[in-house]
Nanobody, 124 residues
Framework: EVHLVESGGGLVQAGGSLRLSCAAS????????MGWFRQAPGKEREGVSC????????YYADSVKGRFTISSDNSKNTLYLQMNSLKSEDTAVYYC?????????????????WGQGTQVTVSS
C-alpha cells in the first residue's frame, strides 16, 4: 500500500527558506521518478518539480526555477524540496507522488493516492 508523508512546511517570511521532506513507502522507491505538487486555496493542484529515477533529469516549473531544488535519498526512501527566496505566491499545500517525469509541466502520477500534504505559508 502506497504511503506518502510530507513534512517540513511552516510559516516563513518572504525571502526565507524551507526544506520539505517526503517519506515514501509501499512501493519500490528506486523504480519511480518522483515529483512535487502544490495546491493553493481556490486553485487546482499544479506540478512544481520532478526528478527521474534513472538519468538525473529534473524539471522545474518556471515559477520556481532557480529557487527550488529537488533531490532524494534513496537509502531513506525520501524525497526533498529545498525552497529558497520564497514568495507569497508559493503559499500552498505541498504534496509528493511517484510520477512520470517529463518536461511538459504536466507529469502524471502513478497511483490514485495523495498524502496529507504539508502547508507552506509565506508572509509578505
Amino acid at each position: 500500500e502506497v504511503h506518502l508523508v510530507e513534512s517540513g512546511g511552516g510559516l516563513v517570511q518572504a525571502g526565507g527558506s524551507l526544506r520539505l521532506s517526503c517519506a515514501a513507502s509501499g512501493f519500490t522507491f528506486d523504480d519511480y521518478a518522483m515529483g512535487w505538487f502544490r495546491q493553493a486555496p481556490g486553485k487546482e493542484r499544479e506540478g512544481v518539480s520532478c526528478m527521474s529515477n534513472s538519468d538525473y533529469f529534473t524539471y522545474y516549473a518556471d515559477s520556481v526555477k532557480g529557487r527550488f531544488t529537488i533531490s532524494s535519498d534513496n537509502s531513506k526512501n525520501t524525497l526533498y524540496l529545498q525552497m529558497n527566496s520564497l514568495k507569497s505566491e508559493d503559499t500552498a499545500v505541498y504534496y509528493c507522488a511517484p510520477v512520470e517525469c517529463n518536461s511538459h509541466g504536466s507529469f502524471p502520477v502513478w497511483y490514485d493516492y495523495w498524502g496529507q500534504g504539508t502547508q507552506v505559508t509565506v508572509s509578505s
